[in-house]
């Protein structure tokens, strides 16, 4: 379904996410090597606005730079280990750059957002790193979003909304990623301080059947009248795309547009409009 015009043929190259047989102690070793030699990378997945087809944002999505292990298997493996706190440092202070060198650049910037494990709220100096990061590079913190998960809620701790209320205060978006994987309580929606809902890939997958495209409806109506955007993940079907389009989704993140793309291949793709990319 997309058009592949010869030599934008790389937009949809894609670090294989293969999994290397490794031990979880092999892994863990390539962790703490990445960390002291640079072994990390960001790929960025564009976030299209459902209307206009333009780029909204895009999510960071991290990579090692040197190995095909799947980000669902390293990032587990960090979190056990405590190393997510200084892996997720980097990550943040990456996009962080990543977003001062666009505009530095020219380009009209767009928002990134991270991946925050549940387990980063246990990094106690977070909040002022994050502070400290966005006046270094003079970044406006409207420009980064963070993504939380259902999980963060779970873990009961006291602390987790006035984690995400001092980020709210130093004025990061927040999102909440994998919506309708978890134990969704629609009531976490009323108080904690999210921007953006996230519907997750499985979710989005069942919608296809009639029946659940009318609860797919109301859940974006519920949303909206929260004053939340909404955006779907993990979309490949031009069949999708036209279901959430019409059931007012406003953003839409997936295959169907663009897989995650390293920094080199984004400039030309930054102004593209991708409804005029796709056969629908
Ligand atoms: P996630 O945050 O839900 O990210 C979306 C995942 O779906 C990404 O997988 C992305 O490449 C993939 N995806 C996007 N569109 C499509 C599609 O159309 N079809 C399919 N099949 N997949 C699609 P990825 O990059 O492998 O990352 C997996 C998970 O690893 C992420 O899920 C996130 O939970 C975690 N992760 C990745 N980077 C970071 C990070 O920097 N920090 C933390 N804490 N977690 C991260
Ligand atoms: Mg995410
Ligand atoms: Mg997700
Ligand atoms: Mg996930």
Request: proline share 3%; net charge negative; glycine share 6%.
């Amino acid at each position: 379904s997309v058009k592949h015009g010869g030599k934008n043929n790389f937009m949809f190259f894609n670090a294989g996410m293969l999994d290397e047989l490794k031990h979880r102690t092999d892994i863990e070793y390539i962790l703490r090597e990445a960390i002291k030699y640079n072994g990390f990378t960001l790929a960025y997945q564009p976030q299209i606005n459902v209307q206009t087809g333009k780029i909204i944002g895009f999510e960071a999505l991290l990579r090692l730079k040197d190995y095909k292990i799947s980000p669902n298997k390293f990032i587990n493996i960090a979190e056990e280990t405590g190393l997510i706190k200084e892996i997720g440092r980097w990550v943040t202070k990456q996009a962080v750059r990543q977003i001062a060198l666009w505009q530095e650049k020219g380009y009209e910037p767009k928002p990134i957002a991270i991946n925050f494990s549940s387990k980063q709220i246990k990094d106690y100096g977070y909040i002022a790193f994050l502070q400290d990061t966005l006046n270094k590079y003079q970044v406006a913190p409207d420009y980064l979003e963070i993504e939380i998960t259902e999980s963060i809620l779970m873990e009961q701790n006291a602390n987790t909304i006035d984690f995400l209320n001092q980020l709210k205060k130093i004025g990061v978006r927040i999102a909440l990623d994998d919506f309708g994987t978890g134990y969704s309580s629609l009531n976490y929606l009323t108080f904690i301080p999210v921007d953006k809902i996230k519907l997750d890939k499985t979710l989005c997958e069942k919608f296809l059947g009639l029946k659940n495209l009318r609860v797919m409806n109301s859940l974006i109506a519920l949303v909206h009248s929260l004053d939340l955007v909404i955006i779907a993940e993990g979309i490949e079907e031009p069949e999708q795309f036209k279901r959430l389009k019409d059931g007012g989704c406003d953003y839409i993140q997936g295959y169907l547009f663009s897989k995650p793309l390293f920094e080199e291949e984004i400039e030309e793709i930054y102004n593209y409009n991708f409804l005029e990319r796709i056969v629908l």
